[in-house]
Each structure stands twice: as structure tokens, then as C-alpha cells.
């Protein structure tokens, strides 16, 4: 924390209604990759979060009614400070989380350009005029914010998974309230600290950081204030948060587990592909909801796929993620990386060839060492269950049908990627394969202009691209009579 340039990003309390709120008891925050306490936080309670979104409610009608020139001023500004505290915001990401520095301060400029993305967009929330039935009538359609919005966020990315929620949040004249991820909540409030200095007005943005998950979350879904909840995390949580919005009818918007195919063909640049892979599935430890949890390559290129991704896994380096050249920091608790282990081992045992890895640094018990396996096959359980942790799995396949179908069996259905240099195949894969987002010759799919978001058990919803403001909006039909002279 020492090389902190601005220390007051360093916070300890939450932020609701413009100010900080301390609390009785606190919680640590803690270093994963050294196990070292970094700052103790006020522990928010279930009254808390009533405050909080009491004071987003009141801000509301204030918020909704700014021009939309200015609200796009403000979240213009804040866009700029982020960027302009890169560094720190960068630095507080890696010793709260643990991926290395340069992909933290990556996740700073990734979740500034959604902030930049919706400042944009808010001036551009159209409405429609319809041909109306009778001379005397005319059909207006108008679309406003929908109220106050709830969200939950989690430790992997904690905070571009914020500011892709809240700048479309506010882009679209709504207020929020958002639970970080007791792991991981400095860089939420870090961000408050910024929207404060932004001029984004009291009660507009709102952090509560506490560690009693399911009150607050009661609370977040069940208050009838709030208009909207926004969840990113666990398939199996988010069930339970639909239920209960539903007593108060949320709307609700979901983005949940994956477990995404990667798919190499015959007719691939196989180096391109492994630089793809690469990317796709160790950046933070592979602890993405969308990185590739399943790998397929065709028969005829396995041994020579193989060979060169093993040798291309060599450059990886684990360590603490502010030392040079690190690549690969820390999983985020211990039984995440038991988890882990655990799939790697049944896989072994049930006849996975294991190529390098396979086991915990000797130095540090949360650093998992990058993992290749070969001969997997469809019914072990490190091919059904989302990994979160740097393991490949290497299954064969023979036909573009056959990979299609293994591809497409699983509950989820988020991200998917496939290397081809046949442009028939390109359209007939794009097409066939049931996932949200596809990724055809790239393993980086994310982005400010796209549309991310899932289907089947990955959730529904939208955020980022123009697509992104739909679920913060309300549609409202004006019909105008007595028009006739």
C-alpha cells in the first residue's frame, strides 16, 4: 500500500448518499498471493444496504431528470480519472485479487472504456413515432430509466464487472447500489472515491461492502424500490437471487457460469490458435467466467497441437502479481484451488494423460502450476464442471458435426471459440454452436462495443454495446388523441 501514489484511494468504510459510513464490526482484506492482511473494512450490515438504497431512491427522480448531456459530462469525467489513476487503481486490483499488475491495470482500462462506452450512449436513447390508427391519433414511444438498480458483483474482476453495470446504470438516468465481493472490495470503493471526485451527485453511485452475503442480498432483492438487479457469478447463486426478485418482480438481469468449448479443426493456423488459447485460458489464473474450460482439436493435428502447446506453456511464470514477468498469480482461496486439484486428479485417475503441472507450487499453497491434460473424454468431471483455474483438457474429435454437438452439450451456454481458415465452416460453426458470444480466430472477445451475455444456464441479459442500455430502460406507449381540427 506504501506505493500507492493518491492514498485516499485506499478506503476502508462504504459510500451511499456522498459520504462514508463506518460500521461496528470489520473484516479483513487480505493479499491471496502472500496471505498478508492489507486493511481492515467496516463490515456492512442488512440496515446498511436499506440505507444505501434509501439514498440511491432519492436521488433518482433528480438523476433522471438531468440532460442527458450532462450526465454524459460526468460519467465522461469519471472515465478520465480512472485512467488517470491507472496505476493505483491497477496496483489496489492486484494486491486484493492477485492477477499480475499489467493485466489489473488492463482490467482498469477495459472497465474505464465501458464507462466512456455509455457516457456516449446516454445521449442517444431514441424513442419512436408510429403511424397511428385514425387521423386524430398519433403513437409515441418513449423509453426512461427504470428506477433504482441493485448489483452484485464478483472477486474476479472486481472492477470492470462494476463499471459495465453502473455506467449503463447511470448512462441511462438510473441510480445503483452495488455489493462487491467481500474478497475483493477496495477497488469498488476505490471507484466511489472517483465517482465523488467526478461530481457524480450524492446517492447516485452507492458501495455497500459487507461480508453477511445473503442479508444484504435479501435486501437488494427483495426491496420494492429497487427497480432492477444485475447479478455476475455462480449459476447456482443466481437461481436463487431470480427467486427472489420475484416476489417484487424485478427486472433481472443474469450472467452465470460457462464452461466454454475451444475448438481447433485441421484446416486452423495452429499457431495462431495456441496464442488464442493462451490468452483465453490463463489470463487470471483462468478464473474468467468466459475463458476456455474445454478444448477439442481435430484428430489428424492432435500430436502436433499438443507438442506445441506444452512447449508455448513453458513461458508461463507463477508468482506474486507485482514481481516482474509474472503471468500467472494466485487462485483466490484455498478451496478454490482444492476444487482444482481435485478435478485434475479424478482425471488422472480415470485415465487423463497428464502432460506438465498437475500439482500446487511447493512455495505457495494457492499457486496451482499451469496444467496440460490429453485424453479426456466427455463424462470426466473436468470437462462438465467450470475449472476456475489454469488446467487445459485436450479431448479428439473426427467431424465438424460431432465437435459441434460435444460442444453444445453442457447446461451453459456463455462463450465458445474455434480456429478454422475455411470460410463455410466459419458460418456453419458460428451458427450451430449454442452460446451467447463466439469467438472464431480470436480468444479475446470482450469488449465496450459488444454485446456480452449468455444463454441457456449462463443467464440472460446484456451489457456493453448499444444493446447494453435495453435492460436499464423502461418502454413507455403515448397515445395522443383528439387531433382533429
Excluded at 470492470?160 to 470503493?189: D, E, N, Y
Excluded at 487445459?392 to 465458445?416: C, H, M, W
Amino acid at each position: 500500500m506504501k506505493s500507492l501514489k493518491d492514498k485516499q484511494l485506499l478506503k476502508s468504510q462504504s459510500y451511499w448518499q456522498g459520504r462514508w459510513h463506518g460500521a461496528a464490526a470489520q473484516f479483513d482484506v487480505t493479499n491471496p498471493a502472500t496471505g498478508q492482511v492489507l486493511v481492515r473494512v467496516a463490515d456492512a450490515s442488512a440496515e446498511h444496504a436499506e440505507q444505501a438504497v434509501a439514498s440511491a431512491a432519492g436521488a433518482f427522480k433528480e438523476w433522471a431528470a438531468l440532460p442527458a448531456a450532462e450526465r454524459a459530462r460526468l460519467l465522461l469525467r469519471w472515465h478520465q480519472l480512472m485512467l488517470e489513476h491507472q496505476d493505483d487503481l491497477g496496483l489496489l486490483l492486484t494486491l486484493e485479487q492477485g492477477k499480475p499488475i499489467a493485466e489489473a491495470k488492463g482490467e482498469i482500462g477495459y472497465g474505464a472504456s465501458y464507462v466512456q462506452w455509455f457516457a456516449e450512449e446516454a445521449k442517444r436513447v431514441y424513442g419512436d413515432t408510429i403511424p397511428g390508427p385514425a387521423a386524430d391519433k398519433r403513437i409515441l414511444v418513449l423509453k426512461q430509466p427504470v428506477g433504482v438498480v441493485a448489483a452484485i458483483t464478483p472477486w474476479n474482476f472486481p472492477n470492470a464487472m462494476i463499471a459495465r453495470k453502473a455506467a449503463a446504470a447511470l448512462a441511462a438516468g438510473c441510480t445503483f447500489v452495488v455489493k462487491p465481493a467481500q474478497q475483493t472490495p477496495l477497488s469498488a470503493l476505490a471507484m466511489a472515491e472517483l465517482a465523488d471526485r467526478a461530481g457524480i451527485p450524492a446517492g447516485v453511485f452507492n458501495v455497500v461492502a459487507g461480508t453477511d452475503a445473503k442479508a444484504i442480498g435479501k435486501v437488494l432483492t427483495q426491496d420494492p424500490r429497487i427497480a432492477k438487479f444485475s447479478f455476475t457469478g455462480s449459476t447456482q447463486i443466481g437461481k436463487q437471487l431470480i427467486k427472489q426478485c420475484a416476489d417484487t418482480v424485478k427486472r433481472v438481469s443474469m450472467e452465470l457460469g460457462g464452461n466454454a468449448p475451444f475448438i481447433v479443426f485441421e484446416d486452423a493456423d495452429l499457431d495462431a490458435a495456441i496464442e488464442g488459447l493462451m490468452a483465453s485460458k490463463f489470463r487470471n489464473a483462468g478464473q474468467t467466467c468466459v475463458c476456455t474450460n474445454r478444448v477439442f482439436v481435430q484428430q489428424g493435428v492432435m500430436a502436433d497441437f499438443t507438442k506445441k502447446l506444452q512447449q508455448a506453456m513453458t513461458s508461463l511464470k507463477l508468482g506474486v502479481g507485482t514481481d516482474d514477468g509474472v503471468t500467472i498469480g494466485p487462485l483466490i482461496s484455498m478451496d478454490a484451488c482444492d476444487k482444482v486439484d481435485e478435478l485434475v486428479q479424478q482425471a488422472s485417475e480415470q485415465g487423463a494423460r497428464l502432460h506438465c503441472g498437475g500439482k500446487r507450487s511447493e512455495a505457495e499453497q494457492l499457486f496451482y502450476q499451469p496444467t496440460l491434460l490429453t485424453g479426456v473424454t466427455a463424462d470426466m468431471a473436468v470437462a462438465k464442471e467450470e475449472i476456475f483455474g489454469p488446467v487445459l483438457a485436450l479431448q479428439s474429435f473426427e467431424t465438424e458435426d460431432e465437435v459441434i454437438q460435444q460442444a453444445n452439450d453442457t447446461e451453459y451456454g456463455l462463450a465458445a471459440y474455434f480456429y478454422s481458415r475455411d470460410i463455410g465452416r466459419i458460418w456453419r460453426v458460428s451458427e450451430g454452436l449454442a452460446f451467447g458470444m463466439v469467438g472464431v480466430n480470436e480468444g479475446i472477445i470482450s469488449n465496450a462495443a459488444a454485446p456480452f451475455g449468455g444463454v441457456k444456464q449462463s443467464g440472460y441479459g446484456r451489457e456493453g454495446s448499444s444493446y447494453g442500455l435495453d435492460d436499464y430502460l423502461d418502454v413507455k406507449y403515448v397515445c395522443l388523441g383528439g387531433l382533429s381540427r
